[in-house]
């Protein structure tokens, strides 16, 4: 008996100096991992790549396009004359001759041309500037995403600690347990308790290293979690068990701190996505605008036909005899597109009031979420206030629960009662501890203070 209860003395105490002697992590170092390292995160990153190359290849939509085509052909010139549509698959052959002429032709025909869009109003700017708020909202995303992933970072933090406390708990509940063990064996060996209290008491230490069993569980969870977002190993990630503490010292009478919501990460991507629709709206009005373009081409031409229309060897297709050019500059302006065009126009302008609708939405939730921060702040106070009461109280009644037992002035349901409220109490007062913590930081999130409060504890 006594071998056994000093072994499972020593079991827990090296559990707990292991625990203690490993090297905590920060709240901080955490954040700041999961900003690089959060699978989530490297994923919407690249996306911000996908917007910043197409902003750049849009910025030289400008280019005029400049062709060079040179074809050698072999056939017949034998034409009459009258108007067709060729529907791209008649080739060109414009000599007529009153006598027909089966004769093979050879000729050759190189051309360059140039199409230059020199001027359309602003649209190649609206385009440029749909392309950037399109990479600025990418871009807030990313940051929007940063932030909302720190909530939960912040979360799975607060539960490590809760989960850590509640282990401290449950490893003296067990310690409570041998030690009540231990006193009813003495007492059955005396013969002034019944067996049967025995039997009790080792089924109470059992529950009590399952929980413990269950709670260590838990805790390994919470640690993968953490290791998916920060890339930092399970194992190493300890909480920095004095992070309550300072949070309740420091804000336990005074949880104020004034919120900015107006560059709140959410606020100034809605905004975004505002200014991005309204971008888009004077895009669709700039494309019912007239485009003028510089139209150039020059080419020559050869052929075994000559001028005098004579059919001299095939040899002779081969080089250029003439040469033309052609310059202009050209209007196009697609008057029948107007109902089309303001058909996009009404869609886009439904879109941006959409858009403005969804940051008004956003300012109104986060106003929300800080109202009720406050509320839960103001009741986590009142919480961690009230808690001690009950805690000292439960201790003082086990001390006198387990004293009466060992007279043999009271039973073994008794005191495991007193066990229990005993127990209860320490879990309330881990739990009111872990909600202030919470309450405190959904206020410090919502009100993007956050660097603010982290900031406060160094």
Known sequence: MIRSFFVSILLLLLCTLAATGQQKTSLSELLERTKTNAPRLVTDSAAIGIKSA???AIKYNWLPSLKLNYQADIGTNNNLPGGYFSYGIVPSNSRVRADGNSSSVFTDLGIASLDWEIYNFGMFKAEQRVAASDLEAEKLNFANSQYNIQYNVVNDYLQLLRLNDLIQIQYQNILRNIEIRRTIRSLAIAGIKAGVDTSIAEAELSKSRLIYLELNNQFKQVQLLLSYNSGIDSSAIQ?????????INTYADDGTFPPDTVAHPAITLYRSLY???LDRENLVKKSYLPKISLQAAAWGRGSSVSAADEFRSLGKGIGFERGNYLVGVGITYNILDYKHTRLQLKTQMAATQYAQKKLEEQGALISSALSQADVELSTANDRLREIPQQLNAARAAYRQKLALYRNGLTNIIELNTALSVLYRAET??????????KALFQKAITGNQLTLLLNSLK
């Open 428 to 437: 309330d007062y881990t739990n009111a501890k872990f909600l202030f913590c």
């Open 275 to 277: 200014q991005n629709s």
């Open 239 to 247: 909480p920095d068990t004095l992070l309550e503490n300072r949070l």
């Open 54 to 56: 197409q902003l750049e």
